[in-house]
């Protein structure tokens, strides 16, 4: 654990005060948000322990806690795609965590894609006896996972 | 359980294909990521259950699983702060939502800001020996939560 961040003491000081007291979860982690700093765009939702979050703050570099890899993961370390830290805000409990970041022409998704978050789920009435299909939002990937990734495992699980 | 979420059979069908199969934690819940529809920021960061995902695609108001609360919440219920949804993407793995929302000139925080991201963590080096202070990037509240909540308790948990 870091000395750094301050004792979560009360209630109105965590939610009103001005010190850094960040809340981990039941496995150390807290989530983060990571978006596009020029569009606002959201390019993945992960996860940081402490260590992560220290190294961001610090190297101005997106690091991670990797939950399938279980290790701790500076974004970019495999693709080339790192993402360059604009700014970070942490919410009202501070319990999760905003990232603004720069990735330039680049892409932040394991299957090839700009942003994570490519497909959309349509809205209004669900019928009960079909799957829902949703819209892919992008149209082209921008690399080829297989050229980039070669023999690493598929970080999605089932 | 809902059977309207297709069953999550293999990795390439959940990250290329186009059938909805979100998953649930270990607790039945999925992270979301609240956007302002307007200009991208970020309002919230919140948890659905099947139910409140259900919910929000059918009536197009942002459900949540209050975590603090234990229920469904219809978010507005209590401050009249409605949730107007734009859009609900889904990412690569489906285990995290983002929703694009219209809440109007109104505010999405029980602290009284229209963020609940208020608050910026400065980057760089960190020094050992000090709390590292942050900047408050909303200076007004948009309004009292002793007028709005009255007797509500408030979610924050220490």
Redesign the interface.
Known sequence: MY????K????KE???G???AP?FDENGLI?V?T?DFQ????L??GYMNEEAL?KT??T?EAHYWSRSRKKLWRKGQVSGFVQR?K???????QD?I?LLVDIGNGAS???G?RS?????????????D????????EKNKKFDPKIIYKDEN?????
Chains 1, 2 share one sequence.
């Open positions: 000395f750094m961040f301050k979560r003491d009360n209630i965590v939610e009103e001005k010190y850094l809340k989530p948000i978006a569009d606002g765009s959201i993945m939702h220290k703050i610090e101005k830290v700014e970070i805000r942490i919410d009202d409990d999760s905003w998704c394991h299957v894609y994570c978050f490519y497909r959309s789920i349509p809205l209004g009435k669900i019928k009960n079909e799957n829902i299909e949703m819209e892919f939002k598929n970080p999605t699980k089932l």
